[in-house]
Every structure is written in structure tokens, then in C-alpha cells.
């Protein structure tokens, strides 16, 4: 019976893997001549760039708004808006998964709600999965480093085991790290866990760094226990928080099904903003970041980006033997 099994798996894989990759290449589709082009915004030295999304005081996403709705604010200082775009552009996704043991009663919600996330996506995301217990895996198959089909992941969700301990951080660094190959210019992840972290080498620290660095936008399901000692619910909404995203702890595993679909359709109606700093000081430091935004019918609107960013850090100066001639290096000798 298991050997039948283990046959089975291996047909469905062949069989994925067999089949026509043209959704693996396939590009945006071309912007027309009157729209500002977001994938412009990545070969200008000294953008910062910000996904935002705009909702009311409800909660509600307003779509429909322009560059003059919008004000960027640095430090305290307006900022002009340089590049504009509320597009569904294609996205970099990351949908990192916890297996850990714990997870085992609700793995099977959990798989429905991140293919519900797939299939509200849009058709030329790239996606790719990645599975923690006390170790970090990639779902895809070797050589496939990103999908834009369900099937694949779906087999890669199914395939996970779910034992062992929660390496949470090492799992967010590795997707981070592997958002870096991706083609687009938007970059997402998305975890789904029941836990705090209990088996990682890196720091909450080091992760956090690493996600305001990354520009990406991450989004939290924490589906905890109340008896789990190593939940940490504020941990998350403070790394979500940190890069613009959000974090969701729903009281019940049927509700990250919704959740998901929601998440998708937040990615897909965000505005695209982007300025070059006034203050040009390559210092390192941190710099603050407020949008606000305003439309008719709407006194003021809550806007949800990245609330900072690192300034490059100061160039080394070389030392003054470096930059004697060679003449003189050569007497000195």
C-alpha cells in the first residue's frame, strides 16, 4: 500500500513537471503609453519606493485616487511625488508555512486558504513556497525556483510534513533571501503559523533588519493557541507593521480561508509611490515616513505603507597611502 503511494506521488510530479511552463515566463503585459510605468522605478538611483494601501475609517479600500490625493512626509519634511501608478502589477510572492507539529490539526484549512490566495492572485505573480518545522525547505521542485500555477503548489502543500519544533525566523530569512531572485518589482510574503519561534538561529533582531532592508511586504495569519507558552502575537504585528503589511489573529482555522482572499485583493489594489529624498546625507540612519491621503466624500483616509527605510550608510574613505602615486609608494619601499 505504500509502495502504491509513494508511485502515485511520483506520477503527480512527473507529471507537474512535464507539463507546458509558459505561465513560469511569462512577462507583464506592456503598459500603454499613458500610464507611468512602475517597473521604471527600480533603474533610478535614490527612489524609495512604497507600496500603499488607502482604506476609509471602516476599513474600507478606496480605490480611485491620484497623486494629488497623496502627501509624503520624511522626517517631517513634504517630499515630491515623482512616480504615481495604481495598477495590478505582478508581484514576487512568498507563502512561508509552518509544519510544525502543532500545525497538524490544521494543515488541511491551511492549505485551502493559501491556494485560495493563489487563485485570487494575479495570473503573472510568481510565487514559491516554503515549509518550516525545526528545518527550512523549499516546496517547489529543484530548478523551479517560482510558479504562477496552483497545481505545483498545491502538490508542495499536500507533500509537507507537519512534526517537529517552530524555526519561524529561519524560515522568514530564507523567503526573504529567495524574494531577492524574483523579477518583479513588488515583493510579498505571506506566513501563515501557531506559534512563537523555538528553534531558529536567528535573532528577532536580525530579522527584522533584514525585513526593512528587503522593501517587502509581509502579511501574518498567527493562528495561536492560548495555551502555547511561545506565542508572541505582538512580535508578529510588529514585524507586519514594520514593513507596511498587516497581521491577522483569527479566533477560529476556518476563518484564514477569507482572510487570504482578503490579503489578495489588499496586494492587488495598493498604490505604487515613489520620490527621491530631499535629504541626500549618506549617513545610515533611519528615516521615518508618513503618507496621508484625502479624497472627496472622505475627511481623511487611514494609508498603510512602510513607515521607514535606512539611508545608504557613509562611504569609507580610502587611507592616505592609497592614494599616493606610484612613484612615491615605490621610494618608500
Do not use: W
Request: hydrophobic share 40%; with cysteine; net charge neutral.
Amino acid at each position: 500500500m505504500k509502495a502504491n503511494y509513494s508511485i502515485s506521488c511520483s506520477l503527480v510530479l512527473f507529471c507537474l513537471l512535464a507539463a507546458p511552463r509558459a505561465s513560469l515566463t511569462q512577462t507583464p503585459p506592456p503598459v500603454m503609453p499613458h500610464q507611468e510605468n512602475p517597473a521604471a522605478i527600480k533603474v533610478t538611483v535614490g527612489l524609495v519606493v512604497l507600496h500603499a494601501t488607502a482604506e476609509s475609517r471602516k476599513g474600507v479600500l478606496v480605490s480611485g485616487l491620484d497623486k494629488d490625493n497623496f502627501q509624503v512626509f520624511e522626517d517631517g519634511v513634504a517630499q515630491r511625488i515623482e512616480v504615481f501608478s495604481h495598477e495590478d502589477i505582478p508581484v514576487t510572492v512568498g507563502l512561508v508555512v509552518d509544519g510544525s507539529g502543532s500545525m497538524r490539526p490544521k494543515r488541511s484549512d491551511v492549505n485551502s486558504a493559501a491556494l485560495t490566495f493563489v487563485e485570487s492572485s494575479n495570473a503573472n505573480d510568481e510565487m514559491f513556497l516554503v515549509n518550516f518545522n525545526e528545518r527550512v525547505t523549499f516546496g517547489l521542485p529543484e530548478g523551479v525556483p517560482f510558479t504562477s500555477r496552483a497545481a505545483p503548489l498545491q502538490l508542495a502543500l499536500a507533500l509537507s510534513p507537519t512534526a517537529g519544533e517552530t524555526a519561524l525566523y529561519d524560515a522568514i530569512a530564507a523567503a526573504l533571501d529567495h524574494l531577492k531572485k524574483g523579477s518583479r518589482d513588488k515583493k510579498v510574503l505571506i506566513v501563515i503559523s501557531d506559534g512563537g519561534d523555538n528553534a531558529s538561529s536567528h535573532t528577532l533582531k536580525e530579522i527584522m533588519g533584514l525585513a526593512v532592508e528587503s522593501n517587502a511586504v509581509i502579511y501574518i495569519i498567527g493562528l495561536f493557541d492560548e495555551s502555547d507558552i511561545d506565542r508572541n502575537p505582538g512580535v508578529l504585528q510588529s514585524l507586519a507593521r514594520a514593513t507596511g503589511g498587516e497581521a491577522y489573529l483569527p479566533k477560529t482555522v476556518s476563518a484564514i480561508v477569507p482572510l487570504c482572499a482578503q490579503i489578495a485583493h489588499d496586494i492587488r489594489n495598493q498604490y505604487t509611490i515613489a520620490y527621491t529624498p530631499t535629504n541626500t546625507i549618506q549617513d545610515g540612519g533611519y528615516r521615518s515616513i508618513v503618507v496621508k491621503a484625502k479624497s472627496p466624500g472622505h475627511d481623511s483616509l487611514v494609508v498603510r505603507t512602510r513607515p521607514g527605510y535606512y539611508a545608504p550608510a557613509p562611504r569609507p574613505q580610502p587611507s592616505p597611502l592609497a592614494i599616493q602615486p606610484r612613484n612615491q609608494l615605490s621610494k618608500q619601499k
